[in-house]
């Protein structure tokens, strides 16, 4: 395949990402492995990706709603969605996906009291969807604090036990005869509107830090290889180790 990139401006890009500190020495293995212009694709969707909004799925049960929900995550920059499965195994229809979830970190929780808990810890403020009176419009939910959206079942949509334990609710108000959105519709609204203000709310401290970012970096190096190469790789580490 052809490159975008002259020989001298792909060097200089790699140095870049040297002098940047995105990869460090143990890497330049892997880096003359990645073909130019995916090297480049990653650098820039790491550049775009955020910890500071985060998703937490409880019991959304159907596979394309699953898989809607993690391609929208992906093309928002939203690189962590907690699952906590309700009826259904989680498993994203791949044709929806198109492979989104490969590039994000799911993190599967037992049940949503540890899934809150575990968010909190890591200094979350956690809003439940809700489609109540008393739930914020999304245009107007606070975002000066890293914040998680929860969104619930395909019927049963949140349960009671998750917006008791959230610090609010949320809702994207609804002018229509229909009382509520689809789910994965819902959710990609509200990524959209949550990334955008909360870019200009938190300024630097929306995106990856270095070291977030040098660890999703190689986790994406790694991912991009060939099975082959992949192997190639680790036995070359293993023997040295
Ligand atoms: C089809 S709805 C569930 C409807 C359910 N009867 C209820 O009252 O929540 C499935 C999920 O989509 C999300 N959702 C749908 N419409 C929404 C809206 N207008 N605002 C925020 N979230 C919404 C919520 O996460 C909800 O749990």
Known sequence: ??????????????????????????????????????LKRLYDVLNERTRYISILLEAVDDG???????????AFGIQDITIVTGRAPFAPNDLVTRSADKWLTLHHQPNIETAISDLRQKGYQIYASQLCDEAVPIEELEVSKPTVL???????????????????????????????????????????????????AAGE?????????????????????????????????????
Not at 29 to 36: A, G, M
Not at 171 to 179: L, T
Not at 229 to 241: A, H, P, T
């Open 1 to 38: 395949m052809s490159s975008i990139y002259s020989q001298s401006e792909y060097l200089h890009f790699v140095s870049e990402l040297f002098e940047q500190g995105i990869v460090d020495e143990k890497d330049r293995e892997i880096v003359e492995f990645i073909i130019p212009d995916r």
């Open 64 to 74: 394309h709603n699953q898989a809607a929900v993690l391609r929208s995550a992906d």
């Open 150 to 200: 929860i969104f619930g079942n395909e019927h049963s949509g949140v349960s009671k036990k998750a917006t008791e334990l959230a610090d609010g609710t949320f809702m994207i108000p609804m002018k229509g005869f229909v009382q509520s959105l689809n789910i994965s519709v819902a959710a990609a609204l509200a990524m959209r509107e949550v990334t955008e203000r909360a870019k200009k």
């Open 205 to 241: 401290q929306y995106y990856l830090t270095m070291k977030e970012k040098r660890e999703l970096f190689r986790e994406w190096m790694m991912k991009s290889l060939n099975k082959r190469l992949r192997k190639m790789i680790i036995q070359k580490r293993e023997s040295r180790n």
